[in-house]
């Protein structure tokens, strides 16, 4: 999951390192108001918490699973290969719904 925030300025949307589960874990790190400068265009704003949006990171942990478990099956030979895919893309699937969950939890929770 990442969190994302829109700029005002340029209206390009950019992403934050932090790492958090709600608005209010956010809010701890940054404070609630917090001075942030784009990326895009160099602006700076004074970004509200409530102003963030989290984005779930599915298709990189989907792939990144599936490329995985592929990987270590092929040690076993072709058939292990196939079968490392199919336990890494369901692995994936479930860990992509999970990421849902979060970026929905986060989403709802506000400061
Ligand atoms: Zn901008």
């Known amino acids: 999951m990442r969190i994302s925030v829109s700029c005002s300025t340029c209206e390009k949307k950019f992403f934050l390192k932090n790492e958090c589960a709600t608005k209010r874990d956010l809010a701890h790190q940054v ?6 400068t784009c990326p895009h265009c160099e602006s700076s ?3 509200h918490i409530n102003d963030t949006y989290a984005e779930a990171t599915t298709r990189t942990v989907l ?3 599936t490329l995985w478990c592929g ?3 092929l ?3 072709p ?8 336990v890494g893309a369901y692995a994936g699937y479930n860990l992509g719904s999970m990421e849902g969950k979060k970026a929905r939890t986060y989403n709802n929770s506000f400061v």
Do not use: D, K
């Open 31 to 36: 404070g609630e108001h917090f001075s942030i």
């Open 45 to 47: 704003h004074h970004q």
């Open 63 to 65: 792939v990144g699973t």
């Open 71 to 73: 990987a270590l099956g």
């Open 75 to 77: 040690l076993a030979g």
């Open 79 to 86: 058939v292990g290969g196939g079968i490392g895919v199919l």
